[in-house]
């Protein structure tokens, strides 16, 4: 597979156009068309590309030949930490704290999302 059809399909599981994401990680729409022309981005933005779809960049390089080993309910939420910064800051206020605390946070935010 090659680098565009890697990305398109990230793209797909983010719903998001492919435009809009290169977009996002500061990439022109004239970049992404090279991509689709079969381009490969430079290491800086490939990194970037990285970061924003929470992958490696062995991914995107073939290194192994698989697809991330990464479970899909695990990868939806690597991309909310990566794209919610309140996602980053709830994941920071847990540390430390004990299971028992974190079950309690976990069932305090269930009842308030039923409260809307």
Same mark, same amino acid.
């Given at each position: ?9 990230? &793209? ?7 435009? =809009? =994401? ?16 079969? @381009?490969? +981005?430079? /290491? @800086?933005?490939?990194?970037?590309? &990285? ?5 490696? $960049? ?6 192994? /030949?698989?697809? +991330? ?22 994941? #920071? ?11 309690? $946070? =976990? #069932? ?5 999302? /039923?409260?809307?």
């Amino acid at each position: 597979m090659v680098f565009y059809d890697k990305y398109k399909a990230l &793209c797909e599981q983010k719903n998001i156009s492919p435009t =809009a =994401a290169g977009i996002a990680i500061g990439a022109s729409k004239a970049t992404v068309n090279r991509w689709k022309n079969g @381009s490969m +981005p430079s /290491g @800086s933005v490939l990194k970037k590309v &990285c970061e924003y779809f929470g992958v490696s $960049a062995d991914y995107f390089l073939d290194v192994d /030949g698989n697809a +991330p080993k990464v479970a899909p309910d695990v990868q939806e939420l690597i991309e909310d930490y990566n794209s919610r910064p309140e996602m980053k800051m709830l994941f #920071k206020a847990t540390k430390g704290v004990t299971a028992e605390d974190i079950e309690r $946070a =976990a #069932k305090f935010l269930e009842a308030m999302k /039923g409260d809307k």
